[in-house]
């Protein structure tokens, strides 16, 4: 027998202590986002792959799992040398978002506002930290071009990240709109590979994204690019920042048709009004963002912490998504948090409440006859509340049964023997302290609480 | 543009309306399980080939969703004519949790109780009622082979279905040791055609089932087995028929080594503690029973419903599975419930609580000037508990802004103008009463929580 039992490569078991962290940071996320009345919907695992591939173009691509088409349908592609497949698993939960609206607008609201939390599947080489098979949580709202939307989207994540205990993110805005008219203003076209250097700026630093920039475009259209930035470095503050650079756009040769005050009002509004309503600033503009999904097309955001390499959610307006699939364009801007980051980072700095992985009551057995009665007794604790393991195999030396109870990551363990029958008492053990008491029957509910609290 | 908007076949979307009645139906069978002490587990969607056919067999393979190879391993495997796929859909959680088992033996308790809620994914042929994407919620004891594993898995079950509302059910218990004694007293070896025919005797009736037994075994074993199963009609209650058929049984001729008291002495066991403990006498012995799942060993249940034709969760004893992944057999049992149909059920009877579908708090907004105050009048709300969606479109007529409240399902709306702002007021109104209020701001939190419960 020589089955290969791992899960596929780059997917993960969780253990029921590790289910518990992952739930308790879901729930967190979810109640943050219903707080703002994003109401949840759900969509396959599966969609058509004409739907995936609608938009996201080469990206993503090479990410997909694709479903082997079956039965006649199969031989037939072979024969005919077509496609293999007709579906594949979800790489995002925002393409599904777009289809779904388009499929039920009937039923929908024309703004819609909702939350999805779920798995998406990537066929990423697999590595420390990236998963195959991973979570993601999106909040969106379909239908308002309003920069509220960004605004309540910012506020929302920020109270989930509060209530997981996280202080020192910082919120990452831009506007792809203002990159845009840097481009246009200076004639050049080829977009995605100057914008790809540009998002490098805070990363592999001024003098290599110059040297990058002008084999692209040349120098004199690299060198204007760079003044536009430096204009930024002596700023204070965002607000400070985005009035410069709004200044040195206007500034830019041929710029007048192209500038549009818009984009800079949004950015404004947007970080005046979190700070007028959140508890902390720390939400700040920086322009060299891009971000990777080409679907965006106004403002785009990002959350990272120091010292963290990645970031821990990302989004944006994604204003022609909605028209692929729909009959024309409707206004949309979300964010994704990426759980597996969170759940690792919150793994590393131990942020999670005490006693989470632990399990209340186990109740051991110590004879076939006494069975009945321990049932009964877990029926009447079951109905106060507790969860309560019985132990089954009653021949078992009680020994075995508290290795059972502590391999199970139970923090209370029973003992109802002959004894305690006759006295009706049953003994208490708090297996984390160590420490046994015999009690009254009708004390045992009020003794467990307590014990469950130390 | 002609992209195909709808789900995969037999695959569906749900609206936030029906993702709320899926998850509080989902959150009833998850306290029930977790009351009884059995523990989460999470494991991936996708599994190894190798894995989902390790014991299966025939009856699950044209079932399996198969992921196609991806880059020069697809390329190998279409050169050299080998399998285009290494992967697949999960079909069910017990293969994946002897999987599970295996892979986790070091972590894991030598006693295990696991409860494995999520979607499972079968390529039938989809009709109404059958998806091909649909939730298993499972509980099972792994390392145990005491009938009070069975004792525990049916309470739990009856605990949800109750906590659901259902009080109608039955609980459907036989055990294969049983039929297995039946045709190896008769030397039968055809055993699946067999027990195939007898499993229909409570639904095509004895004469039609006679006919087919005397087919694949002649009239005299024909006969013999009908005489065994004749015995019990005249029985009273389940542990009566079981005595009866126990008696039978050891009447067949030639049937003194096979005979074994064991299945019997469980099946009383077990109907006797859960009618000890339970409230409701719903466990009946049903001879006929044989279970679709190849891997079951011994006791075996299925919960039905007078006046619907599918069962609502079904499980047994499969000492054998965890053995094909693992070095060597480890008893095992469980209970799936069949969510899908549970919720087809409920929303058919309209068993979902009053205002299950109802939104909290939505809050208009009359200038842009005012939706600073407006958020953080809802951040105060928020604080308090509630959910509330605040319209992001200032520029929008009251009016539409109320046709979204009461499209996105609200219960209530709040007006904060000028007027309001000047008087610390606010004006409140119950969509569903249609009935509108301007009380102080400080009532507010108290004026919603009455008007929720109206």
């Known amino acids: 027998m020589s089955i290969n039992v791992q899960p596929p490569s780059g997917m993960r078991d969780f253990l029921p202590q590790e289910v518990k962290k992952r739930r308790y940071i879901l729930n967190i996320i979810k109640d943050a986002y219903e707080k703002y009345g994003y109401l949840p919907i759900e969509t396959p695992a599966l969609e058509r792959l004409e739907v995936i591939y609608g938009k996201t173009g080469a990206e993503t691509d090479k990410l997909i799992f694709e479903i082997l088409k079956r039965g006649e349908k199969l031989e037939d592609a072979i024969k005919n040398s077509e496609q293999l497949s007709e579906y594949g698993l979800r790489f995002d939960l925002t393409v599904p978002l777009a289809r779904f609206y388009a499929n039920n607008i009937g039923n929908l609201p024309g703004l819609f506002k909702r939350y999805q939390i779920g798995p998406v599947w990537r066929a990423e080489r697999a590595q420390k930290g990236r998963y195959r098979e991973f979570y993601q949580c999106d909040i969106d709202v379909i239908g308002s071009d309003s920069p509220f939307n960004e605004v309540e989207i910012i506020l929302a994540t920020m109270d989930a990240f509060y209530a997981l205990g996280f202080e020192d993110f910082v919120i990452n805005i831009n506007d792809r709109r203002i990159l845009f008219q840097i481009l246009k203003s200076l004639d050049i076209y080829l977009r995605d590979e100057v914008l790809i250097s540009i998002d490098k700026l805070d990363k592999i630093g001024k003098k290599e994204v110059l040297k990058q920039l002008i084999e692209i475009i040349g120098e004199d259209k690299a060198n204007k690019i760079m003044i536009v930035f430096d204009s930024v470095a002596k700023a204070k503050g ?33 970080i005046d009004t979190i700070d007028a309503v959140g508890e902390k600033k720390n939400i700040i503009f920086n322009p060299y963002m891009v971000r990777g999904m080409t679907y965006y097309t106004g403002p785009i955001f990002e959350i990272t912490i120091q010292d963290v390499s990645f970031s821990l959610a990302g989004g944006g307006r994604y204003d022609e998504l909605i028209g692929v699939y729909n009959k024309y364009d409707v206004p949309a801007c979300g964010i994704s948090i990426g759980f597996e980051r ?9 942020m999670f409440p005490k006693d989470i992985e632990k399990n209340e009551v186990f109740m051991t057995v110590f004879t076939k006859e006494l069975m009945t009665d321990c049932l009964k007794i877990a029926k009447d604790l079951r109905g106060e509340g507790f969860n309560v393991f019985v132990y089954p195999d009653f021949n078992d030396k009680i020994g075995r049964q508290i290795t059972s109870a502590l391999k199970n990551n139970f923090k209370i363990a029973l003992f109802y023997g002959e004894d305690e029958k006759k006295k009706n008492c049953i003994s208490v053990k708090n297996l984390d302290l160590n420490k046994q008491d015999t009690i009254a029957m009708d004390l045992l509910v009020d003794y467990i609480k307590t014990q469950l609290k130390v």
């Open 238 to 270: 965002s607000i400070d920042r985005i009035n410069i650079l709004e200044n040195a756009i206007t500034n830019l040769s041929g710029s007048d048709e192209v500038y549009d005050s818009t984009p800079y009002d949004q950015l404004r509004l947007i």
């Open 342 to 350: 969170i759940y690792y980072l919150m793994c590393e700095r131990a």
